[in-house]
């Protein structure tokens, strides 16, 4: 079992940053794969971004390519989102969730645990 907490979401105006971030507790960190996904009202969750146990490899949506970038600190239990230059369709809760899989997942149920989320609202 793990359990994830996010925080770091807030109103910002478009072009603006936020940092997310995910803190885990329970069974060892660094034994899970973590991405981050989202939803907006509405709308279905969908994948953001995601990386491995080690942090060596990423995998990003493409509308957040280049403007976002997932991390991990293993030894804080804690994995990141930093969203540059954000967009008012980037609107939505975020949430983080863990895996153990072989591969990193970047569907909502590929995905083992889940966080309660963090809404992040971007204004033009």
């Known amino acids: 079992q793990v359990q994830l907490v996010e925080s770091g979401g807030g109103l910002v105006q478009a072009g603006g940053s936020l940092r997310l971030s995910c803190a885990a507790s329970?069974?060892?960190?660094?034994?899970?794969?973590m991405g981050w996904f989202r939803q907006a009202p509405g709308k279905e969750r969908e994948f953001v971004a995601a990386?491995?146990?080690?942090?060596?490899?990423?995998s990003y949506a493409d509308s957040v390519k280049g403007r976002f970038t997932i991390s991990r600190d293993n030894a804080k239990n804690t994995v990141y989102l930093q969203m540059n230059t954000l967009k008012p369709e980037d609107t939505a809760v975020y949430y983080c969730?863990?895996?153990?899989?072989?591969?990193?997942?970047?569907?909502?149920?590929?995905?083992?645990?889940w966080g309660q989320g963090t809404q992040v609202t971007v204004s033009s």
């Open positions: 329970g069974r060892t960190f660094s034994t899970y794969n």
């Open positions: 969730a863990a895996d153990y899989s072989l591969v990193v997942p970047v569907i909502p149920s590929g995905y083992d645990y």
């Open positions: 990386i491995s146990r080690g942090g060596g490899s990423t």
